[in-house]
């Protein structure tokens, strides 16, 4: 077993690539916040692919983070030189190699200090950031930014010491504006549709708080493109770490990945950007319908399966789309409930990436759980399915399965399975839907009345009544029951 590192990356087998770029002559271009696996086989690998190619070399990542926890991966990261194995899992078979694009990772400290310095140095151009769909203190009612949070009026109040990413971000902009370094690039690379526009409303409007000045020096100097990103990397556990070892390589932090990848951005950096095109991305003027097609059919098709899937004791995705039920259920709402209102992309159209997205949803070496998809149902709700539920009824289309699908997830919220068995919390506001869900099994209307997440969906007959149905049969007669009478 060879400890990853810099002086042991020639002694990996042969099979393995690994960076053929002089790691010690790179230099920093990026500060990356929220260093999870997503971004590490996503915006990390474009750029190591670059490397590879001889480019890029002073757009090298500095990894970080804002709570406590991100210490410890710091800490993991550092003792392997900041390398980290991507495992492709390809049902044809599996494949590793090294990427070593990040080469430094900011201390994480109470007030994130350090963070704020390192951004507003001149080398860094770009600051990105995954931090999950429900990560941008955006108010679930209005969907404008939400002054009231707790976060947010700490930030506001003590500007030098954020406990946000946004909060140190602002404050590295003014380093930078009263140095004259000049802005940077704020990049998100969440799944949000028009995330860059988010990103740029969650800075701009913390800075208005404390500095109106500045908030308005940062929406016209810095630049927030938005993007879509797109690859499915499950969580590390026991077993991703077994099977870095299986290639003969000890890694703390390693990575499962599918073996497709893509990623559409608006060509909007301020101050430079790597030509991430050449590594296989895309610059497109009209990112909205890639995120459309995206968000609507690859993580909307995620959440009409993910809670019947662990309703049904169903532990991964891939395992879903060899249920007969709920595979078909899938192609039933997706083909009829939601294809019809996305636009062609110039690489597909609907019926195409409807079925791309089937394969790789079925495939089974990606241990995908459905625990982890059906993960802040609050916000993917809103966000992936209420989309199409309005779409069919401004098209006269009756959202049955799309209502069955919201009916599921209110019954996965009561918190146990068809079988008895417990289902962990698994939303950050699990209490409140829990007990919600409870009340809606003899009363449905009070799971509509969730404006943040419905918002005048309750008023619409053709979905509140169905989704009325939907739920009463479910406790009725039990799901796999309800999906057949829906399916027939």
């Given at each position: 077993m060879?400890?990853?590192?810099n002086k042991t990356l020639a002694?990996l087998?042969?099979?393995?690539k690994?960076?053929?770029y002089?790691r010690s002559?790179l230099?920093?271009g990026?500060?990356?916040?929220?260093?999870?696996n997503?971004?590490?086989a996503?915006?990390s690998?474009y750029l190591?692919?670059l490397m590879?190619?001889g480019?890029?070399?002073?757009?090298?990542?500095?990894?970080?983070?804002?709570?406590?926890?991100d210490e410890?991966?710091?800490?993991k990261?550092a003792?392997?030189?900041?390398?980290?194995?991507?495992?492709e899992?390809?049902?044809a078979?599996?494949?590793?190699?090294v990427?070593?694009?990040m080469?430094d990772?900011?201390?994480?400290?109470?007030g994130n200090?350090?963070?704020i310095?390192?951004?507003a140095?001149?080398?860094?151009?770009i600051?990105?950031?995954t931090v999950t769909?429900?990560?941008?203190?955006?108010d679930p009612?209005?969907?404008?930014f939400?002054?009231?949070?707790?976060?947010?009026?700490?930030?506001?109040?003590n500007p030098w010491?954020p406990r946000?990413?946004?909060g140190?971000?602002?404050?590295a902009?003014?380093?930078r504006?009263d140095?004259?370094v000049?802005?940077?690039?704020?990049?998100?690379?969440d799944?949000?549709?028009?995330?860059?526009?988010?990103l740029r409303?969650t800075?701009?409007?913390?800075?208005?708080?404390?500095d109106p000045d500045?908030?308005e020096w940062i929406?016209a100097?810095?630049?927030?493109?938005?993007a879509m990103?797109?690859?499915?990397?499950?969580?590390?556990?026991?077993?991703e770490l077994?099977?870095?070892?299986?290639f003969?390589?000890?890694?703390?932090v390693?990575?499962t990945?599918?073996?497709?990848r893509?990623?559409?951005?608006e060509?909007e950096?301020?101050a430079?950007?790597?030509d991430?095109?050449?590594?296989g991305?895309?610059?497109s003027?009209?990112?909205h319908s890639?995120e459309t097609?995206k968000?609507?059919?690859?993580?909307?098709g995620?959440?009409?399966i993910?809670?019947?899937?662990?309703?049904?004791?169903?532990a991964?995705i891939?395992g879903?789309?060899?249920?007969p039920?709920?595979v078909?259920?899938?192609?039933?709402?997706?083909?009829e409930?939601?294809?019809?209102?996305?636009?062609p992309v110039?690489?597909?159209?609907?019926e195409t990436y409807?079925?791309?997205?089937?394969t790789?949803?079925s495939?089974p070496?990606i241990?995908d759980?459905?625990r982890?998809?059906?993960?802040?149902?609050?916000?993917r709700?809103?966000?992936?399915?209420v989309?199409?539920i309005?779409?069919?009824l401004?098209?006269?289309i009756?959202?049955?399965?799309l209502?069955?699908?919201s009916?599921l997830?209110?019954?996965?919220c009561?918190?146990?399975r068809?079988?008895?068995?417990?289902?962990?919390p698994n939303d950050p506001f699990?209490?409140n839907?829990?007990a919600?869900?409870?009340?809606a099994k003899?009363?449905?209307k009070?799971?509509l009345?969730m404006?943040?997440?419905?918002?005048?969906?309750a008023e619409e007959p053709?979905?509140?009544?169905?989704?009325?149905?939907?739920?009463?049969?479910?406790?009725?007669?039990?799901?796999?029951?309800?999906l057949?009478s829906y399916?027939t």
């Amino acid at each position: 077993m060879i400890k990853l590192s810099n002086k042991t990356l020639a002694d990996l087998p042969d099979a393995i690539k690994r960076p053929k770029y002089d790691r010690s002559a790179l230099t920093p271009g990026i500060v990356h916040i929220g260093l999870g696996n997503f971004h590490r086989a996503h915006q990390s690998w474009y750029l190591h692919r670059l490397m590879q190619m001889g480019l890029a070399q002073d757009w090298a990542i500095v990894g970080a983070g804002v709570r406590p926890y991100d210490e410890q991966m710091r800490q993991k990261f550092a003792a392997q030189d900041y390398l980290t194995t991507l495992i492709e899992l390809d049902p044809a078979g599996s494949s590793a190699e090294v990427v070593g694009a990040m080469i430094d990772y900011v201390p994480v400290e109470d007030g994130n200090g350090a963070l704020i310095e390192r951004m507003a140095q001149p080398d860094i151009r770009i600051v990105a950031l995954t931090v999950t769909e429900g990560g941008y203190y955006i108010d679930p009612a209005t969907k404008g930014f939400d002054a009231t949070h707790p976060d947010i009026v700490h930030d506001a109040e003590n500007p030098w010491r954020p406990r946000t990413a946004f909060g140190a971000m602002v404050a590295a902009l003014k380093l930078r504006r009263d140095r004259g370094v000049g802005p940077f690039t704020g990049q998100s690379c969440d799944n949000l549709q028009g995330n860059g526009a988010v990103l740029r409303q969650t800075v701009v409007s913390l800075a208005k708080l404390s500095d109106p000045d500045l908030a308005e020096w940062i929406d016209a100097e810095c630049s927030f493109p938005n993007a879509m990103v797109d690859c499915i990397v499950p969580a590390t556990g026991p077993q991703e770490l077994e099977l870095v070892q299986d290639f003969g390589i000890k890694d703390a932090v390693p990575v499962t990945h599918e073996n497709f990848r893509q990623w559409v951005i608006e060509d909007e950096f301020c101050a430079g950007r790597p030509d991430w095109d050449k590594a296989g991305a895309t610059f497109s003027d009209d990112v909205h319908s890639y995120e459309t097609m995206k968000i609507r059919i690859l993580n909307g098709g995620h959440q009409v399966i993910a809670a019947v899937g662990e309703l049904l004791s169903v532990a991964t995705i891939s395992g879903c789309m060899t249920h007969p039920l709920i595979v078909a259920l899938f192609e039933k709402v997706e083909r009829e409930e939601i294809m019809p209102h996305v636009a062609p992309v110039p690489e597909f159209t609907p019926e195409t990436y409807v079925a791309l997205i089937k394969t790789r949803f079925s495939n089974p070496k990606i241990v995908d759980t459905t625990r982890r998809v059906a993960f802040d149902g609050s916000s993917r709700q809103p966000g992936f399915l209420v989309p199409s539920i309005h779409a069919c009824l401004a098209r006269g289309i009756a959202p049955e399965g799309l209502a069955l699908s919201s009916a599921l997830w209110a019954r996965y919220c009561l918190g146990s399975r068809e079988d008895g068995t417990e289902i962990a919390p698994n939303d950050p506001f699990w209490s409140n839907l829990t007990a919600l869900a409870a009340k809606a099994k003899s009363d449905p209307k009070v799971w509509l009345s969730m404006r943040h997440i419905y918002g005048d969906l309750a008023e619409e007959p053709q979905f509140a009544e169905a989704f009325a149905r939907w739920l009463s049969m479910i406790y009725r007669e039990g799901v796999e029951a309800t999906l057949s009478s829906y399916l027939t």
